[in-house]
């Protein structure tokens, strides 16, 4: 019998919403000469994940087109329109039997960097027994998360437009919560303003 040598771990990026709150596709929205989607979509490609898979639907093709020379999986969730939890499932259906968790990050995230997921990467590795990793800034949870491969049967659950966060409650004893000293895990831009005070 063959043995892998170490854990399998992928990054998954929701970003198949409406954006109604702010009135256009906010993740197609520039920050920094960059569309707010790409900013996450690099930061993940830069982290220590074995693969980054893009669950897109909203704009299919703008947002395909605006991540085209990135080395993404992109899967595509036609009933997006029913709410965030459809996005989740249909990234955990898309990974491969061979992946051991996945960290869940949201595409109007554009501060998460890259060392963020390592150290989530690296409390995965130190803490097979836990279900999830949650990172929190002064005792707050935040995103991205991770679930290890003993929830993602439980994900087909979810209903509406919550994410994570209800299947995370249901097994609170096996989440470690993870804290980190960046408040950019609270911080997503949904709104017109919030994207303004970005920019400024």
């Not at 980190?180 to 017109?192: A, N, R, Y």
């Amino acid at each position: 019998m063959l043995f892998r040598s170490r854990m399998s771990l992928a990054a998954l990026i929701l970003a198949a919403g409406r954006s109604t709150r702010m009135g256009s596709n906010k993740l197609l929205e520039v920050l920094s000469d960059r569309p707010l989607l790409r900013h996450v979509v690099d930061a993940a490609l830069a982290s220590r994940a074995d693969h980054v898979y893009v669950v897109i639907g909203h704009q299919e093709a703008s947002v395909h087109a605006a991540l085209s020379s990135c080395a993404v999986t992109f899967v595509t969730n036609s009933n997006y329109a029913e709410g965030l939890a459809t996005s989740l499932k249909a990234g955990i259906a898309a990974l491969p039997s061979t992946c051991d968790a996945v960290i869940v990050l949201l595409g109007d995230m554009p501060l998460i960097d890259s060392e963020i997921i390592d150290r989530l990467i690296t409390a995965f590795e130190s803490a097979p027994s836990a279900s999830a990793i949650v990172p929190t800034y002064q005792g707050e949870w935040g995103n991205p998360v991770l679930l290890m491969r003993r929830l993602f049967e439980a994900v087909k659950n979810l209903e509406g437009d919550a994410g994570a966060r209800k299947l995370l409650m249901a097994h609170r004893e096996q989440v470690i919560e993870l804290p980190v000293s960046s408040s950019s895990i609270l911080f997503d831009l949904d709104t017109p303003e919030a994207l303004a005070k970005a920019r400024g």
